[in-house]
């Protein structure tokens, strides 16, 4: 089972960038699907969410109306549309899985069923 992260890079505020997250060893049915932040030395904090089952979603406050999370159901994959990016939205981004609902992945106690490894975001103002 694997959750592989793409699509970080170098932008300039204002500018946008897509992460895709691909599954493969397992399908996404079931799942919610979140993309986490961790910026240097601070804890990693959920972004948005999407539920594969019902697409229901959840943002964080300040990615309201800049972020879009979306999934494709023949590709196995959930994307992160970044626009009008921020210089605190600078970080490692990870995607993760965990069966259940926006209120699992919500929950701050509760463990990721799968982790991708991160993708980089820099967003210089």
């Known amino acids: 089972v694997q959750l592989q992260a793409s699509g970080g890079g170098s932008v300039q505020a204002g500018g946008s960038l897509r992460l895709s997250c691909a599954a493969s060893?397992?399908?996404?049915?079931?799942?919610?699907i979140g993309w986490f932040r961790q910026a240097l030395g601070k804890e990693r904090w959920l972004v948005a969410a999407?539920?594969?089952?019902?697409?229901?979603?959840y943002y964080e406050v300040d990615a309201k109306g800049r972020f879009t999370i979306s999934r494709d159901n023949g590709r196995n994959t959930v994307y992160l549309q970044m626009n009008s990016l921020k210089p605190e939205d600078t970080g490692v981004y990870y995607c993760?899985?965990?069966?259940?609902?926006?209120?699992?992945?919500?929950?701050?106690?509760?463990?990721?069923?799968?982790w991708g490894k991160g993708t980089l975001v820099t967003v210089s103002s």
């Open positions: 060893g397992i399908s996404f049915r079931g799942y919610v």
């Open positions: 999407i539920a594969w089952s019902d697409t229901s979603t």
């Open positions: 993760a899985a965990v069966a259940g609902t926006i209120a699992t992945i919500r929950n701050p106690l509760a463990f990721m069923d799968y």
